[in-house]
């Protein structure tokens, strides 16, 4: 499968942005997808993830509460709709996906197959 998100950009602290990542190649239905994140200097890090069917959701504690993953199979896209942004929230932001992944690995970015390209997200404060 190929992940292409989007949706990026720079926005002030409180503001909101919405990203996307679009699937193609096989049906995103088959494929957990999460969203992971990295800054300047840092690891790769969990942000959140979503069920194949889009009713279980799972979320980093930094970001609960501000933002929110879901997925529209019928289009092939995953969302992440982001609320409330700090400075801190600043990074390269990666969908990913994988068909095989168990629940307690979700957090794990080793445990995925299939990465986008990433779409920068700046918060400036």
């Known amino acids: 499968v190929q992940l292409q998100a989007s949706g990026g950009g720079l926005v002030q602290a409180g503001g909101s942005l919405r990203l996307s990542c679009t699937a193609s190649?096989?049906?995103?239905?088959?494929?957990?997808m999460g969203w992971f994140r990295q800054a300047p200097g840092k690891e790769r890090e969990f942000v959140a993830a979503?069920?194949?069917?889009?009713?279980?959701?799972y979320y980093a504690d930094s970001v609960k509460g501000r933002f929110t993953i879901s997925r529209d199979n019928a289009k092939n896209t995953v969302y992440l709709q982001m609320n409330s942004l700090k400075p801190e929230d600043t990074a390269v932001y990666y969908c990913?996906?994988?068909?095989?992944?168990?629940?307690?690995?979700?957090?794990?970015?080793?445990?995925?197959?299939?990465w986008g390209q990433g779409t920068q997200v700046t918060v400036s404060s």
């Open positions: 990913t996906a994988d068909r095989g992944i168990i629940q307690s690995a979700f957090r794990n970015s080793a445990e995925y197959d299939y």
């Open positions: 190649g096989r049906a995103a239905s088959s494929y957990v």
């Open positions: 979503i069920s194949r069917s889009g009713f279980s959701t």
